[in-house]
């Protein structure tokens, strides 16, 4: 079953921004940690960035740090990603995904609940 639903994903440029977005019509997205992560063609899925709960850590991959920006609106039930000065190494299928295991946060068996998926394209 899907618990998650991802939007905002597209074809840019080089260069170029994105902000995806993430919610349930299932699940109190605050009630659980949310991260992102992405599937390129023929690899295997990677955390991207995370927001812990209750406390709120924020943590990211070392290749998006400083051109990506994970956040959530807790009255909306949103999770976002803001994605900027994309690379063609970005394509991907982006993930969000939900969870409250106590398992490293950038595996992906920490986390419940996915979503489908919504695929980024990057020029060059």
């Known amino acids: 079953q899907v618990h998650l639903v991802e939007s905002g994903g597209g074809l840019v440029q080089a260069g170029g921004s994105l902000r995806l977005s993430c919610t349930s019509s299932r699940l109190t997205l605050s009630n659980y940690a949310v991260a992102w992560f992405r599937q390129a063609p023929g690899k295997e899925r990677e955390f991207v960035a995370r927001?812990?709960?209750?406390?709120?850590?924020?943590d990211y991959t070392d290749s998006v740090k400083g051109r990506f920006t994970i956040s959530r609106d807790n009255a909306k039930n949103m999770l976002y990603l803001q994605m900027n000065n994309l690379e063609p190494v970005d394509t991907a299928v982006y993930y969000c995904?939900?969870?409250?295991?106590?398992?490293?946060?950038?595996?992906?068996?920490?986390?419940?609940?996915w979503g489908q998926g919504t695929q980024v394209t990057v020029s060059s």
């Open positions: 995904a939900a969870g409250d295991r106590i398992t490293p946060y950038y595996y992906v068996s920490a986390y419940d609940y």
């Open positions: 927001i812990s709960r209750p406390n709120g850590f924020i």
